[in-house]
């Protein structure tokens, strides 16, 4: 099979990728609390152990990448995240949904900085903005297709949507693996990578380059707050709506139709507010990245806290929409200016330390919450998840009073 171009072939596998997650995720969480029957510690539980694994293995998954090849991270991280979808979705019992997420969890550590450092290398850090922005939003347009896929899969079966999304990502690794190319890179000569030295060092200068950039050091470190509340959106907005709010029927169809179409309404928004951030943002400028995160970040905790104390359906669900656009536009935004500043030979490996912050985050925070919300309440949960996220708002503003370019940071 040729090999295709970069940029475009990055927003096809970001479409197929929002296809395969979008079916998996629509309906997951009602697999696992009506078939499985997780309470909310459990489903914090499962997400845990997810971050644990990330935790162990994002470093040195980081390291492989920038010493062996991104392409090769990237299809194995592929492979593995599709392996877990089809263990979760085949037995359902919460040990099957434990061992699942260790094994979803390493295939997400070699993903995380590989696919971003391996897409900059091939297109350049000038181009890889606008890049990441296309690609959230081809991810959104799959994610689109794939809740429709999922809620139809799970009328049928609830665990059917977590083994057809997991085919389609070990479908994606065997087409990546013969489609990516792989020019922007050098990996190291065979004789200067046979030990751990060289990982070691490849490590330390990471550590080096976050260290000499006080900005980069801020921006590595918010995802640790990111990761401590976002188990509880993440985990317990589904027994929420199943519990609390209780889904009224949507005319003849099973109540899970709501789930597909809040997806529906939340990607469609996205795609929208991507858009807005791409064509307004000047990602070349620190100070308009930070205050565009600084509005982002405020306005979804305030629509987190309103979802938690929501009594209303509609409210509910109008809190629910919005959350999920504001989550999103941050991320690929976050992600291309942590690049600006990150040289080639260590990106995926400083990248990984991002992932890493966020797993630790998940691994303290998210139990944490998780006990919250067993012990007092799921309102309780969403509340102080938002209160948890108060400091990443305070930190951006801060981001937002620095001027400084890549070259000069420190």
């Known amino acids: 099979m040729k090999r295709l171009p970069a940029y475009p072939l990055s927003i096809g596998m970001s479409a197929v990728d929002g296809l395969a997650v979008s079916t998996v995720i629509t309906t997951s969480l009602v697999y696992q609390v009506e078939t499985v029957g997780l309470n909310p510690l459990q489903l914090i539980l499962v997400g845990t152990v997810l971050e644990a694994t990330v935790f162990l293995f994002e470093i040195p998954t980081g390291v492989v990448a920038d ?13 593995l995240t599709g392996a ?29 900085g590989a696919r971003t450092a391996w897409l900059a290398d091939e297109i350049g850090a000038e181009r890889l903005p606008q890049a990441l922005m296309r690609g959230s939003q081809a991810s959104l347009l799959g994610g689109l297709a794939g809740a429709a896929l999922s809620v139809a899969l799970a009328s049928v079966d609830r665990s059917w949507p977590l083994v057809a999304g997991g085919a389609l990502f070990l479908g994606l690794a065997l087409f990546a693996a013969l489609a990516m190319t792989e020019r922007g890179f050098r990996p190291l000569p065979a004789h200067e990578r046979e030990t751990f030295r060289t990982m070691g060092r490849t490590l330390l200068r990471a550590l080096g380059v976050i260290r000499r950039r006080r900005v980069l050091i801020l921006i590595v470190m918010a995802p640790f707050l990111f990761g401590a509340s976002s188990e509880v959106p993440d985990r317990l907005t589904t027994p929420f709506l199943l519990q609390t709010i209780t889904l009224p029927h949507l005319g003849p169809l099973d109540p899970v139709a709501w789930f597909g179409l809040s997806s529906y309404v939340t990607m469609a928004l996205g795609f929208v507010l991507l858009e807005v951030v791409r064509r307004t943002v000047n990602t070349s400028s620190d100070r308009a990245v930070a205050g565009t995160l600084v509005v982002l970040q405020g306005l979804y905790v305030a629509s987190l806290v309103a979802f938690g104390l929501a009594t209303e359906f509609a409210f509910a669900m109008a809190m629910l929409w919005a959350r999920g656009p504001l989550r999103r536009a941050s991320g690929p935004l976050l992600s291309a200016w942590q690049n600006r500043f990150v040289p080639s030979r260590v990106r995926a490996t400083v990248l990984s330390f991002g992932g ?7 691994m303290i925070g998210g139990p944490l919450l998780g006990a919250v919300a067993l012990g007092w309440s799921l309102r309780a949960g969403f509340v102080a998840a938002a209160v948890v996220l108060l400091p990443v708002v305070i930190a951006f503003a801060v981001l937002a009073g620095v001027r400084r370019s890549p070259a000069g940071a420190g």
């Open 67 to 79: 010493v062996y090849s991104r392409r090769l991270s990237v299809v194995i991280g592929l492979a």
């Open 84 to 112: 877990g979808f089809l263990l979760a979705g085949s037995v359902p019992l919460f040990g099957a949904l434990i061992a699942a997420s260790v094994v979803g969890g390493l295939g997400a550590t070699f993903l995380s």
């Open 356 to 362: 890493q912050m966020d797993a630790v985050g998940q």
